[in-house]
DNA sequence: CGAATAGTGTCTCTTAGACACTATGTC
DNA sequence: GACATAGTGTCTAAGAGACACTATTCG
């Protein structure tokens, strides 16, 4: 192996931001202010500084062109290296995959020219494509998100501190798309021991009985897994 | 960002290359034949060299460092960037994860002083340690590498081309460290559509009741998951 | 009151797991 | 024959899913 063909690339980070927001998965994008690709929507990310850890970089980059800093759940995804991804030249990805809860809009930062949270399906069925190779990054994403809420416990990181089962139901069906009875929903996760823990405080404000509020539980993983099947 | 501070690292690639051999999980390393960590066992890899894709360079490390090729199957794992990871400088490392069937002995290359299978088990409680952060690498290629054993028909990978029910219960049996029960192990397998299909072939070579010939079947998701618990 | 949402009871079907039993080879 | 491994039958318990029913609020 002759040293001079070895690469030294340019490191960057990708995010993934997924929340749910009016009954809908939704993902943060920034618009591109400097080229390439100046003017089309791009996953938040940048360059990793000299002697960052990876995943400082991804907290910094998302802070840096949206305003939002992220608390909830940041995981590594994967990373992209394709030689010919980048036009400027060998830049490899390494994209974090992050799920919040309903969060504020952003604020675009210094190289972005705005910054929105998208509905997914809404931005897809309009044809719209992402910079690079972000399309196939958030493709990447979205199913590890959507094959983590059926062995994990993190739905509860898309809502807030507190919440009712309808909204944690809400949150199923948003990311898989299906819809699933209230009642064996209700009952599969409070049987679940250390899914959701009950708070003692009700809510009433979607008119109907008033439901119980929930937080977290201590449990990470989710014996037995919950199923992508769709209900009625 | 001031593009002074932008890291251009060093790109690695690193392989966690699991088989089942005499009924116990084994992985491969290479002995390492230059500093740093000289004498010292690593996981085989090396850099990635210019234009090259990421996943080529896992698979032509591979050859090069030990004389295999994986063939059966090579995905991405996770990507290694802390800053003091490598005490030559910031070097970035894209772990990827083979599982293959019992092949021969690998064959040292140019830059390795040896290269060998160790049974997983026994290299971990004679208490040796890996080079650099590849213990935690291996840690988490293992761990990836079980759970995908619950949900996907991967177990197959690290079969040979016919196999019979016995010797795929034996790859479980050992990459999770529990017993199955062997009658119920077979009817879930056989009763899995897609999960392997018969050859219409027997093997005799355990001795007792002639055993039909599988091979691996067209799925490579299982509905439904196979089960981690412990059997007698 | 009706409408709406929260939550429980209960039935059926499928599957996991335990394990008795039968089948077919070698020695 | 004994022994070993392959493979089937059957029982029980638990969970998924369907869905009737009760509970508690608002207007």
Request: hydrophobic share 45%.
């Amino acid at each position: 192996m002759a040293e001079d063909l070895v690469l030294t690339a340019t490191l960057a980070v990708d995010l993934i931001v997924l929340t749910v927001r009016n009954g809908a998965l939704a993902f943060l994008a920034v618009k591109r202010g400097v080229p390439p690709f100046r003017g089309r929507w791009a996953l938040p990310g940048g360059f990793v500084l000299d002697g960052e850890p990876l995943r400082a970089a991804a907290e910094r980059e998302l802070v840096e062109e949206t305003g939002l800093s992220v608390g909830a759940h940041l995981e590594q995804l994967a990373t992209y290296g394709d030689p010919r991804r980048d036009p400027r030249g060998r830049v490899v990805s390494v994209a974090y995959l992050a799920l919040v809860p309903d969060l504020p809009a952003p604020v675009a930062g210094t190289d972005a020219a705005d910054a929105r949270w998208h509905d997914l399906d809404a931005f897809r069925g309009a044809g719209h494509r992402l910079a690079f190779d972000h399309d196939q990054i958030l493709s990447d994403g979205l199913e590890r998100a959507r094959s983590k809420l059926e062995y994990t416990s993190l739905a509860t990181v898309f809502c807030g501190d507190e919440f009712t089962i309808a909204e944690l139901r809400q949150v199923y069906e948003a990311v898989w798309g299906v819809t699933l009875d209230p009642r064996n929903f209700h009952r599969k996760v409070t049987n679940t021991d250390g899914f959701v823990e009950p708070t003692g405080r009700t809510t009433a404000r979607d008119g109907g009985r008033p439901a119980q509020l929930f937080r977290r539980g201590a449990i990470e993983l989710l014996h037995p897994a919950m199923l992508r099947t769709a209900g009625a």
